[in-house]
């Protein structure tokens, strides 16, 4: 049987829903060592159907099984570990972890879901992000995505995304499943000797050498690099020596290395407490490019 995709179960939950049936839908939430099918693989069963696969063999029946007691007795959630061995019909070794959940009849998400991809294949789109190495630009459009800006500096003109495409910003992978993880932002990268550098993974080596301070990152221009990355923390005793130990031992790239150190009592944060970025990059600028000036 083919690979179960996005557009299919949810399809298949929307159409079970509509004959006022609930469902179970059986997902392998993580593998390890050898699985027939990647996490992510999903079927959907009911009393007397079944749609999709996790592989087959007695591990699929007895999920089959499992999700058939769990509509008789409405439970709303279960999980279960299978050792893949002889045992199971499986010789491929490894184990998955299954998750079981009811779908009831009208559930919500799936009413949501099955109207974002009725909005048509077109309705996200992914394009190279150029020299990040980690995905794709995300970019969306349909009939529940925003219709424009609205700016202060040209009030009263709706500003429309080019052909309804809405720039989200984020940088995306999507695994076999047709599931998108947010990897970073793009406005989040620095240019450094040609390599793009993810800052948030700057600030999470800071983070993890330094878990007591507060430290964000920004960055001003360089005419010999493109970019500097400037570190700006609370450790009073912040080193550019310890933070390049640090990375060596952790195998980073040297690249992710700051070119300056700040120290200050504290840094501009936002009402949820992460560093305010726009304000630190202002900050860190007025201090580096007005001094120079």
Not at 204 to 216: D, K
Request: proline share 4%; with cysteine.
């Amino acid at each position: 049987m083919e690979d179960f995709n996005v557009s299919q179960w949810v399809q298949a939950l929307h159409r079970i829903g509509a004959q006022g049936l609930t469902a179970v839908m059986v997902t392998i939430a993580s593998g390890k060592g050898s699985t027939p099918r990647e996490a992510g693989a999903k079927m959907v069963v009911t009393l007397d159907a079944l749609h999709g696969t996790i592989g087959g063999g007695d591990v699929e029946f007895q999920a089959i099984e499992i999700a058939r007691e769990m509509l008789r007795e409405t439970d709303a959630r279960r999980s279960k570990r299978f050792p893949l061995g002889a045992s199971f019909g499986q010789y491929c070794g490894g184990a998955a972890n299954l998750a079981f959940e009811l779908v009831p009849a009208g559930a919500e998400w799936v009413g949501l879901l099955c109207g974002w991809l009725e909005a048509g294949p077109t309705c996200v789109m992914v394009t190279p992000a150029q020299d990040v190495g980690i995905g794709g630009r995300l970019f969306v459009r349909g009939p529940n995505v925003m219709l424009g800006y609205l700016r202060v500096e040209n009030p009263g003109v709706l500003e429309r995304p080019d052909e309804g495409w809405h720039d989200t910003g984020d940088i995306v992978s999507i695994d076999a499943g047709g599931f998108i993880t947010i990897k970073a932002r793009a406005k989040r990268f620095a240019k450094v000797g040609g390599e793009m550098i993810s800052l948030a993974g700057v600030e999470m080596l800071a983070a993890e050498l330094w878990p007591e301070a507060v430290s964000g990152v920004a960055t001003i221009p360089d005419l010999r690099k493109g970019e500097r990355i400037v570190l700006v923390t609370t450790r009073k005793d912040a080193s550019r020596s310890e933070f390049i130990a640090f990375v060596r031992q952790k195998g980073a790239s040297e690249m992710m290395i700051p070119g300056e150190f700040v120290v200050l009592d504290k840094l501009p944060l936002l009402g949820a407490g992460k560093v305010d970025s726009m304000a630190l990059t202002k900050l860190v600028r007025e201090r580096y490019l007005e001094g120079a000036a």
